[in-house]
């Protein structure tokens, strides 16, 4: 796979001027402020915190960056990127990653910043002070800390820049669900978001990060940061960047790159289900040098996403009207039907304990094969030393602290896995088949149902706690998706009566974004000032 956005021309590959040290890192986590569970420092040393030689080595070409998710991730992009241009020492910081799930503890959030700080100013004083030309740091931009009111990132990026020369510059990538606010982009030198949803181009954003940062320390570009912020934290339908009616609107952006006085162009549709009092999508675009092109541009994609604020996701159903419809419809024939568990999804960092769709199933399976995913770590621990083939008794209670139905269960211990996610017990019951959890389960890939001795091509109906992300390793498995409410953190019911310190979409209706956008920038009161 080419890392290469295909669009770069050669000539802009940032090729002379100066030798450059850049070091690289990534802490990165999207919270949920619903979710009854704390994210603590085991939730990242279990999934991915790597650093020093051994990330050196995993964002090489041939290495495994999430070595359980993406081989080749924004790291490795801005690797190459450095190669590309040459002549660029990339100094390795460290990397580290968990599972969406609520709100960062105090104390992860000082472990985490405090190891990549000391990291930044052992690096820096390798050659001398300010030996560091710049870091390129992989961020989100909805992370959510306990007890703190700004923004997570805005922390970070003004612990590192404490830890730099004057001189040194900072680049950063978002995901393209950050919530952008003015620490997030007036601290920043260059900011890139992911251009795709679901997002595969980790890579090419990581590229298109140190590409703009060496391009810019070696005097080749000037940017210049352009944005807007809209009082919207819902519309676009699905979002999907290749559906309507997103596509027209990622088309249009995209294609702004190709002209060479700007040097990128994001659109930012927010992750809602986070505390802060400044929700919504962003704009941004960097021009290089050109500060008027870069306001009407912004402008214009500003405008564009605001037209399609009342475009509305597709009907959902509730679990037994999802059930009824797998039942008596013939796409299971072919393929397993998808049921997306839209207000559980541990992929927006809900917990992923519901217990509805097990419950649905007790009172009434239809005769259906179905996997279910629960988070229940005291069944778990229940069951964990009884051997497979044993029939028991248990009650599934979900995440505790959730406010889930208990449910009893007559089950046979089918499996027993050990897997990246944590520990899983497969429970069968009837002709369904629960996947009993530890931590919160991401069953994206079809693997993760077949560690558990189980195929997920024979499946009548799976129930994913994902929104889009699974769609890219399930496109050969199942065809047909359903979006299912019932009950949890990520219910899209507290987006649309979410009251926000600015008046937004959808809970008030709004024909103008720019009034709103000077209030959230900050830009009315700096013109008062």
Same mark, same amino acid.
């Given at each position: 796979m080419s890392l290469l956005p295909t669009r770069l021309d050669p000539r802009r590959f940032g090729r002379g001027g100066r030798p450059l040290r850049i070091a690289y890192g990534r802490l990165f986590h999207e919270a949920c402020a619903y979710s009854p569970l704390l994210t603590e420092r085991d939730s990242f040393t279990a999934m991915h915190h790597i650093a020093g030689d051994e990330l050196a080595a995993a964002t090489t070409i041939r290495g495994k960056e999430l070595a359980s998710f993406m081989p080749h991730a924004e790291l490795t992009g801005f690797v190459q990127a450095a190669r590309l241009a040459g002549n660029v020492d990339c100094v390795p910081l460290a990397s580290s990653?968990?599972?969406?799930?609520?709100?960062?503890?105090?104390?992860?959030?000082?472990?985490?910043?405090?190891?990549?700080?000391?990291?930044?100013?052992?690096?820096?004083?390798?050659?001398?002070?300010?030996?560091?030309?710049?870091?390129?740091?992989?961020?989100?931009?909805?992370?959510?800390?306990?007890?703190?009111?700004?923004?997570?990132?805005?922390?970070?990026?003004?612990?590192?820049?404490?830890? &730099?020369?004057?001189?040194?510059? +900072?680049?950063?990538?978002? #995901?393209?669900? *950050?919530?952008?606010?003015?620490? $997030? %982009?007036?601290?920043?030198?260059?900011?890139?978001?992911?251009?795709?949803?679901?997002?595969?181009?980790?890579?090419?954003?990581?590229?298109?990060?140190?590409?703009?940062?060496?391009?810019?320390?070696?005097?080749?570009?000037?940017?210049?940061?352009?944005?807007?912020k809209l009082p919207m934290l819902l519309g676009g339908g699905m979002t999907i960047d290749f559906l309507a009616p997103m596509r027209g609107v990622f088309r249009w952006m995209k294609?702004?790159?190709?002209?060479?006085?700007?040097?990128?162009?994001?659109?930012f549709m927010v992750h809602?289900?986070?505390?802060?009092?400044?929700?919504?999508?962003?704009?941004?675009?960097?021009?290089?040098?050109?500060?008027?092109?870069?306001?009407?541009?912004?402008?214009?994609?500003?405008?564009?996403?605001?037209?399609?604020?009342?475009?509305? &996701?597709?009907?959902?159903?509730? +679990?037994?009207?999802?059930? #009824?419809?797998? *039942?008596?419809?013939?796409?299971? $024939? %072919?393929?397993?039907?998808?049921?997306?568990?839209?207000?559980?999804?541990?992929?927006?960092?809900?917990?992923?304990?519901?217990?509805?769709?097990?419950?649905?199933?007790v009172r009434n399976g239809r005769g259906l094969k179905t996997f279910v995913p629960v988070h229940d770590p005291a069944l778990l621990n229940e069951v964990w030393d009884v051997a497979d083939g044993s029939q028991r008794h248990v009650t599934l209670r979900g995440t505790p602290g959730y406010g889930m139905p208990e449910v009893a269960l007559n089950a046979t211990v089918g499996a027993h896995a050990t897997t990246d996610f944590g520990r899983i017990v497969r429970l069968d019951v009837d002709q369904f088949h629960v996947a009993v959890t530890?931590?919160?389960?991401?069953?994206?890939?079809?693997?993760?149902?077949?560690?558990?001795?189980?195929?997920?091509?024979?499946?009548?109906?799976?129930?994913?706690?994902?929104f889009f992300h699974y769609r890219i390793f399930y496109a050969a498995t199942s065809f047909r998706h359903i979006a299912v409410v019932s009950q949890g953190a990520t219910s899209l019911d507290r987006v649309r009566n979410l009251d926000t310190r600015v008046p937004s979409h959808p809970r008030v209706k709004l024909d103008d974004w720019r009034d709103a956008d000077a209030i959230l920038r900050g830009t009315s009161l700096q013109a008062a000032a």
């Amino acid at each position: 796979m080419s890392l290469l956005p295909t669009r770069l021309d050669p000539r802009r590959f940032g090729r002379g001027g100066r030798p450059l040290r850049i070091a690289y890192g990534r802490l990165f986590h999207e919270a949920c402020a619903y979710s009854p569970l704390l994210t603590e420092r085991d939730s990242f040393t279990a999934m991915h915190h790597i650093a020093g030689d051994e990330l050196a080595a995993a964002t090489t070409i041939r290495g495994k960056e999430l070595a359980s998710f993406m081989p080749h991730a924004e790291l490795t992009g801005f690797v190459q990127a450095a190669r590309l241009a040459g002549n660029v020492d990339c100094v390795p910081l460290a990397s580290s990653l968990a599972i969406p799930s609520g709100p960062l503890s105090a104390a992860c959030f000082q472990w985490l910043v405090d190891d990549l700080v000391d990291r930044v100013q052992r690096a820096d004083r390798v050659a001398g002070p300010g030996s560091l030309d710049g870091v390129y740091l992989a961020l989100h931009g909805s992370m959510q800390v306990e007890g703190l009111s700004e923004a997570p990132e805005s922390v970070i990026i003004g612990r590192v820049r404490d830890a &730099l020369g004057a001189n040194a510059q +900072i680049a950063v990538s978002y #995901d393209l669900h *950050a919530n952008l606010s003015p620490g $997030l %982009v007036d601290t920043v030198d260059i900011l890139i978001g992911y251009r795709s949803n679901p997002h595969w181009d980790l890579a090419p954003t990581g590229f298109r990060a140190g590409n703009r940062m060496i391009r810019s320390l070696r005097g080749q570009v000037r940017p210049i940061h352009s944005w807007r912020k809209l009082p919207m934290l819902l519309g676009g339908g699905m979002t999907i960047d290749f559906l309507a009616p997103m596509r027209g609107v990622f088309r249009w952006m995209k294609k702004l790159e190709d002209d060479p006085r700007v040097l990128s162009a994001s659109l930012f549709m927010v992750h809602p289900y986070t505390s802060a009092d400044d929700l919504g999508w962003a704009a941004h675009v960097c021009t290089d040098g050109d500060e008027a092109l870069g306001q009407r541009l912004a402008d214009q994609l500003a405008d564009r996403a605001w037209a399609q604020r009342n475009v509305e &996701l597709p009907p959902m159903r509730t +679990i037994d009207d999802a059930l #009824d419809e797998v *039942a008596r419809g013939r796409h299971r $024939l %072919v393929a397993p039907v998808t049921l997306v568990d839209v207000d559980d999804i541990v992929g927006a960092g809900a917990p992923g304990g519901n217990t509805h769709f097990v419950d649905a199933l007790v009172r009434n399976g239809r005769g259906l094969k179905t996997f279910v995913p629960v988070h229940d770590p005291a069944l778990l621990n229940e069951v964990w030393d009884v051997a497979d083939g044993s029939q028991r008794h248990v009650t599934l209670r979900g995440t505790p602290g959730y406010g889930m139905p208990e449910v009893a269960l007559n089950a046979t211990v089918g499996a027993h896995a050990t897997t990246d996610f944590g520990r899983i017990v497969r429970l069968d019951v009837d002709q369904f088949h629960v996947a009993v959890t530890e931590r919160p389960p991401l069953p994206i890939h079809p693997s993760y149902w077949r560690e558990l001795g189980l195929e997920p091509r024979r499946a009548d109906a799976i129930v994913q706690k994902n929104f889009f992300h699974y769609r890219i390793f399930y496109a050969a498995t199942s065809f047909r998706h359903i979006a299912v409410v019932s009950q949890g953190a990520t219910s899209l019911d507290r987006v649309r009566n979410l009251d926000t310190r600015v008046p937004s979409h959808p809970r008030v209706k709004l024909d103008d974004w720019r009034d709103a956008d000077a209030i959230l920038r900050g830009t009315s009161l700096q013109a008062a000032a």
